[in-house]
């Protein structure tokens, strides 16, 4: 029983040493989840509105709706109180206005056969307004040279802008109605014919 006793003591202080916690510090990386973007929620679609141009009305009228903010917009709505509206100039240049003379002078003496040279400033204005009271508008402007048949502008696919300035015009259609879907005016014009309209809203 006594040579028990001494081993029985080696015994719990082998054992109480190996149950010693390990002091050694572990290092712990947190990852973190990336951060979720939530999307901003889209304009509300805007009234019924109509639609009128003074020049290339079917593709800018296609641009505008194509925008979901402008989905109402009609190019027939007589009687609506709000409308967009868009309209167009051609300012000729200092330099250009005396070389279209020249090349309207060209142009007769030939009958027609020589393309009259122009060129200017077309201005494009973007106007939405209620009653008559404009609530947003926007100018967009841009210096074309183009070449014109006489006997051709009648028929002219490109509404007598040329190729270059229908594209740049059709662009223009989507430039605006993206940017005035989220327009301060139009958001309190939306949220007015909700609240009266509910129930088409």
Known sequence: MRN?????????????EAAEP????????????????????????LPPMNFS???????????????????????NLPGSPISLRVTHTLQ?????????????????????????VITSNLVLSYEVSVNG??????DFERAFTRAQNMW????????????EGLAWAIETATQFA?????????GELAA???FYFASEG
């Open 4 to 16: 028990l006793i001494p081993a029985i003591a080696c015994l719990l202080v082998f054992t109480a």
């Open 22 to 45: 390990d002091s050694t510090p572990v290092e712990t990386t947190l990852l973190q989840a990336p951060a979720l973007e939530v999307p901003a929620p889209a304009p509300a679609p």
């Open 53 to 75: 141009s003074s020049v290339a009305a079917d593709p800018l009228f296609q641009r505008v709706k194509a925008v979901p903010a402008f989905s109402r917009t009609e190019q």
């Open 92 to 116: 000729p240049t200092a330099g250009g206005q005396a070389a279209g003379l020249l090349s309207a002078i060209i142009a007769g003496s030939t009958l027609g056969l020589t393309p009259l």
């Open 133 to 138: 009271k404009v609530l947003l508008r926007r």
């Open 152 to 163: 051709a502008m009648q028929n002219d696919p490109t509404y007598g802008l040329g190729e």
């Open 178 to 186: 993206g940017a005035a879907a989220g327009h301060p005016a139009l």
């Open 192 to 194: 007015e014919y909700r």
